[in-house]
């Protein structure tokens, strides 16, 4: 990574293990939906174990509107680590800072915090989006979630966790 804009947004800021349940699911999600086909059907997987199939599905479409606004009008492209690293990027960090902002009903926070990822035109909207998305992940018990994809094995599954992967 030459840029430097690119190189910070997946500067190591912190752990996963750090986050609130909230922020590392959301993490986790956006690490999937990144991730192509595979991390798509994984994550939709785990939103219908979790939530039932509409709700499930209602919540893979939040995460695709956001993933596709970051994409088209983000100020930069998010960057971000592998599903199985325990670093926390700086993009990552933000991203799980908007989401819990929102689920939490701080409108206003959540979208300042989205002018960080997309235009400013765009922030209320993502904002309204993360807050359906960040309700959904709040009704997400870790227990009902695959136990190969469990919390503590992420955190435990990388053995350089101050590398990007």
Known sequence: MNDNNTSRGGASV???SNLSDIEHLAVRYLRLWCDGAAGKHQLEHDFHLALGVGHGTRATHCLAEICELCTQHGRRPLVRHQISCRCLGADESCFANFVSAAAEGQH???ALIATLLVRADYAIG???LAREFGLALKRISPQSLPKSRSRSQVRASSPFPHLIH
């Open 14 to 16: 912190g752990y996963l």
């Open 108 to 110: 206003e926070d959540a």
């Open 126 to 128: 993502l904002a309204d």
